[in-house]
């Protein structure tokens, strides 16, 4: 069904007698298309709206709420209300909702959530954040080897309900150690007299329950699953991963790259609805320290004084040069950085990008450079105030070919250094590489000027 609604209709009908279509667009309509149309109501209002759709369906609805918004509703909930909603909730958008709010609401909530629920949401909340135990839901289908297809599948019948995918099941021993996977299409063409260990996959592709979510997500990608399985030390399933959490951890993770590279700090609010305090913060502290970097140019600037009131052309190509090192190093970081996230290369890797990315600087700052003596050479007499024009070419030409070939080696190592160091070589950025190479560019730019014209 599609949303024909608009957010004043919606806020009309909430406010008078339900006629039965707000309550069939709340049964048939997607829970996201609900989600999306009620984003802009207050918490009262949006409360009454799910009050109108039954348990499971308001359970749906809420998991498509925006982070925010769901902690705003939480925090604005009964305690019997919240506790009935994270009992009807899948298991992993649960754990997620309660992550994000204060421990002492949680605290308050759980103990009027059912036992098997409670002691569920402690199992997920008790896992480092960006695990794949943190990820996981314990909502999946399983198996013993030993039964018939016929009562494998009425078994399926019984756990459906409750289970966030069937297409996997997954076959147990008595220890509940993973031991192989049926898929409910091999189920359904199999004789029904066959046992499900006669028709199983006995090689499982899982993770480990304490493995980086990045690991998780590339490994669910290399392999194309919906879903994948969560083991403990002794190979236990304790959950499973689905592609759609994974799709989240995409999303977040390329989101958090990109701030990194624009030098902003990480910020789990949308943009324009983050506090202007919080924004500012974050923005604000890499500002300043990439400012505060950026000061060693006047003192790089000063040691070549003389130079500059010898030849005062050269000042007038101090900005052509260095802003040939910042991009050649960032566009470098950028690929470099775009590798290390999809596993193209590793830390261990270094010499070969870097033999790699010394030829390519060296072909990339010859052409810039023969731009740069083109450019260089047209100079007006005027201004070169008898400087030897060609000589002041070749000196453009061999700076912009050498600081070139630099901004493209610093801009290839730094997030290869960063990734071997433990820090996210998104901070490698293109503001953080390009003040590296402005600085050391200018001492590179007036020493070939110095060694040529003086």
């Known amino acids: 069904m599609e949303n024909p609604l608009l957010l004043p209709e919606l806020r009309e009908m909430l406010s008078g007698e339900d006629d039965g279509t707000l309550s069939e667009f ?40 925006s982070p925010q918004k769901q902690v705003t509703l939480a925090s604005g909930a009964g305690s019997e209300q919240l506790s009935r909603l994270l009992e009807a909730m899948s298991h992993d958008d649960r754990a997620d909702l309660l992550q994000r709010m204060e421990p002492a609401v949680v605290e308050r909530i759980l103990p009027l959530v059912a036992k098997a629920d409670r002691e569920d949401i402690r199992r997920l909340l008790s896992y480092p954040e960006q695990s794949a135990g943190a990820l996981m839901t314990t909502d999946y289908a399983s198996l013993p080897a030993d039964v018939t297809v016929g009562e494998a599948l009425a078994l399926l019948r019984q756990q459906a309900p409750a289970s966030e995918t069937i297409y996997y099941v997954y076959v147990l021993d008595d220890q509940r150690r993973l031991i192989g996977f049926v898929s409910l299409r091999d189920l359904i063409l199999a004789p029904i007299s066959a046992t499900v260990r006669d028709i199983m996959h006995p090689d499982v592709i899982s993770v480990r329950v304490d493995e980086d979510q990045e690991q998780v997500a590339a490994k669910l990608a290399k392999y194309d699953f919906l879903a994948i399985p969560v083991v403990d030390d002794q190979h236990r399933l304790v959950g499973i991963i689905t592609h759609d959490d994974v799709l989240d951890v995409v999303t977040d993770e390329a989101t958090e790259d990109a701030l990194h590279m624009g030098a902003v700090a990480a910020m789990v609010e949308s943009h324009l609805e983050a506090p202007f305090f919080t924004v500012w913060r974050k923005r604000s502290l890499w500002l300043a320290a990439l400012f505060i970097a950026e000061l060693f140019t006047f003192t790089a600037l000063a040691s070549f004084e003389d130079a500059i009131k010898a030849v005062v052309a050269l000042s007038l190509f101090v900005p052509l040069c260095i802003s040939t090192g910042g991009n050649s190093g960032s566009q470098a970081a950028t690929l470099t950085t775009r590798a290390l996230a999809l596993g193209q290369v590793t830390p261990q890797q270094w010499f ?101 014209l003086f």
């Open 26 to 65: 709340l049964v048939e309509a997607h829970p996201a298309s609900i989600a999306e149309l009620s984003e802009g109501l207050s918490v009262e209002e949006t409360w009454q709206l799910l009050s109108r759709a039954p348990l499971q369906r308001q359970a749906e609805i809420f998991a498509f709420y």
């Open 352 to 452: 070969r990008v870097l033999r790699h990315e010394f030829f390519m600087g060296i072909a990339l700052g010859v052409t810039l450079g023969c731009i740069g003596f083109v450019r260089a050479a047209l100079t007006p007499a005027s201004v070169l105030d008898g400087t030897d024009r060609i000589m002041l070419a070749l000196v453009i030409s061999l700076a912009v070919a050498s600081i070139c070939l630099w901004g493209t080696l610093v801009g290839s190592m730094l997030p290869l250094l960063f990734r071997r160091f433990g820090v996210d070589p998104g901070y490698s950025s293109s503001p953080f590489v390009a003040t590296f190479v402005d600085v050391t560019g200018i001492v590179i730019y007036f020493s070939i000027a110095k060694a040529i």
